[in-house]
């Protein structure tokens, strides 16, 4: 009788591995050696990416209300000072949606927190 090496168990984790790298092109796809790297490689970046989607965003919400302060006659700075000093709490993500979808109501805040 031989001797198995691994069996059903090798096959499931190949079958595994295998689907987590399903749409990749080339041997990178259906290839165990290859397919290991790029499933560790997708791993790795999708981590690193969900850490600069952060920064993108809040990058993002800046330019916007930069925008939107300088229809109003001021700078992103300014402005971020000023509601900080009238306690004015509202976060960048919120502001940024003001400033591109309610651009009057923009103008309202901006106009309360440069009193």
């Known amino acids: 009788m031989a001797r198995v090496k691994g069996g059903p168990k090798r096959t499931q984790r190949r079958k595994s591995l ?3 790298t399903k749409g990749f092109s ?7 050696r290859q397919a290991k790297t790029a ?10 990416h969900r850490k600069l989607k952060k ?8 330019i916007k209300i930069s925008a939107g302060a300088k229809l109003n006659g001021t700078s992103y700075s300014k402005l971020m000072g000023n509601l900080k000093k009238h ?3 509202l976060d960048r ?3 940024a949606d003001m400033a591109e979808h309610h651009p009057e109501l ?3 805040i901006v106009e309360a927190a440069s009193k």
């Open 55 to 62: 920064r993108q965003f809040r990058a993002l919400w800046q």
């Open 26 to 32: 080339a041997g990178r796809k259906n290839l165990t």
């Open 87 to 89: 306690n004015i709490e």
């Open 39 to 48: 499933a560790k490689k997708a791993g790795q970046r999708a981590f690193d």
């Open 106 to 108: 923009f103008s309202k």
């Open 18 to 20: 295998l689907k987590k």
């Open 93 to 95: 993500k919120i502001l």
